[in-house]
C-alpha cells in the first residue's frame, strides 16, 4: 500500500528499553527519519539514517534498518518519563515533501 | 528565537468565517510546507511550495489555499471554515541536499471551527 504503517500505542516501564517499528512503502527511499512530539509541542527530528545504513547509533537511540523488509525500528535504552511523546517514522521518496506514519504513542510507566 | 514561527498559536472562529494561518521561517529555506494533524490520522499534507512561483496540492487540498509572499513566508487561508477543520495545523520548511533536506517543523496553530 502507500502508507507508511506504525503501531498507535505503545507502553514500557521506566528503565526498560522501548522499540517502535515502522514499515515503509517505498524501496527507493533514501533517508528514513524518526520524529519526536511532545505534548503541545511540534515535531522534532530525532534521528534519520541514510539508506545505505543498517544501523545507526546515538546515545540512547539505536535505528536498525531492513531494507529487504522496508522495516525501520527505533530502540530507546533506558526509557525515562521524558520519553514519552508520539514517535513518527518518515520516508523520502525522491523530490517530494516527507511521508508520515500515523505516529506511535509512547507512554512510560514509573 | 524560534526558526519557524506560527500565528496565530490558538484561534477559535465560527462556520463560514475566512481566516488565515500564517508562517514565517529564519532558516533561509525555499521549501515550505503545511499540514493538519488530527488524532490517530498522523500528519496530513495540505499544501507546499518548493520556492516563491512554486505552489502544489497535497492530499487534503480542499477547502484550502496558501500564499507563498516571500521565501521566509508562507499563509494557509480557510475560506469558509467548517467544524470538521478543527485540528492542530503545522508549518514546516526544508533546505539544503540529502539528509539536510530533512523538514523543520513549527510549534503548531490549534484551531476550533465552532
Known amino acids: 500500500g502507500e502508507d507508511v504503517e506504525q503501531s498507535l500505542f505503545l507502553s514500557v516501564r521506566e528503565g526498560d528499553s522501548s522499540v517502535i517499528n515502522c514499515t515503509y512503502t517505498?524501496?527507493?527511499?533514501?533517508?528514513l527519519y524518526w520524529y519526536k512530539q511532545e505534548p503541545g509541542a511540534g515535531l522534532q527530528l530525532l534521528t534519520y539514517i541514510f539508506s545505505n545504513m543498517d544501523m545507526k547509533q546515538d546515545q540512547r537511540l539505536t535505528v536498525l534498518l531492513n531494507k529487504k523488509d522496508k522495516h525501520l525500528s527505533l530502540r530507546i535504552a533506558d526509557t525515562q518519563t521524558g520519553d514519552s511523546a508520539i514517535y513518527f517514522c518518515a520516508e523520502r521518496r525522491g523530490n517530494t515533501p516527507l511521508v508520515f506514519g500515523k505516529g506511535t504513542r509512547l507512554s512510560v510507566i514509573a | 528565537d524560534a526558526d519557524v514561527t506560527q500565528t496565530p498559536r490558538n484561534r477559535i472562529t465560527k462556520t463560514g468565517k475566512r481566516i488565515m494561518l500564517e508562517c514565517s521561517q529564519t532558516?533561509?529555506?525555499?521549501?515550505m510546507y503545511w499540514y493538519r494533524q488530527d488524532p490517530g490520522l498522523g500528519l496530513q499534507l495540505i499544501y507546499y511550495s518548493f520556492d516563491v512561483k512554486d505552489i502544489n496540492k497535497g492530499e487534503i487540498s480542499d477547502g484550502y489555499s496558501v500564499s507563498r509572499q516571500a521565501q521566509a513566508k508562507f499563509s494557509l487561508s480557510l475560506e469558509s471554515a467548517i467544524p470538521n477543520q478543527t485540528a492542530l495545523y503545522f508549518c514546516?520548511?526544508?533546505?539544503?541536499?540529502?539528509?539536510?533536506?530533512?523538514?523543520?517543523f513549527g510549534p503548531g496553530t490549534r484551531l476550533l471551527v465552532l
Open positions: 532558516k533561509g529555506h525555499d521549501r
Open positions: 517505498d524501496s527507493s527511499s533514501t533517508y
Open positions: 514546516a520548511t526544508s533546505g539544503g541536499t540529502g539528509y539536510q533536506e530533512t523538514q523543520y
